[in-house]
Nanobody
Framework: QVQLVESGGGLVQAGDSLRLSCAAS????????MGWFRQAPGKEREFVAA????????CYADSVKGRFTISRDNAKNTVYLQMSALKPEDTAVYYC?????????????????WGRGTQVTVSS
């Protein structure tokens, strides 16, 4: 089992950058594939990015490709989401998620473990 805690959210202006962090408990972080999702008010939760346990592969939603970068530091039990060129439509609560052996990195949403989220607000 793993517990996830997101941090780094805040209020920024359009065009700014922000880095989210997701700290995981436990000693088996390196066995988990990790994902970032977001949910805007009145909308369904959507996939943002994901990364394999070994840093061997990443995947991004088309809406963030080229602007967001997912990375992880297995020694620190942390996954990051570097966000740049932020837009007002990026405003949402951002969640990290973990699971073992995600079958299709870009399309999977049934992660076993979820954090509580961190709010990102981008003003125009």
């Amino acid at each position: 089992q793993v517990q996830l805690v997101e941090s780094g959210g805040g209020l920024v202006q359009a065009g700014d950058s922000l880095r989210l962090s997701c700290a995981a408990s436990g000693r088996t972080f390196s066995t988990y594939d990790m994902g970032w999702f977001r949910q805007a008010p009145g909308k369904e939760r959507e996939f943002v990015a994901a990364i394999r346990r070994s840093n061997s592969a990443t995947c991004y939603a088309d809406s963030v490709k080229g602007r967001f970068t997912i990375s992880r530091d297995n020694a620190k039990n942390t996954v990051y989401l570097q966000m740049s060129a932020l837009k007002p439509e990026d405003t949402a609560v951002y969640y990290c998620a973990a699971d073992v052996g995600v079958p299709i990195l870009c399309r999977y949403s049934r992660y076993a473990y979820w954090g509580r989220g961190t709010q990102v607000t981008v003003s125009s």
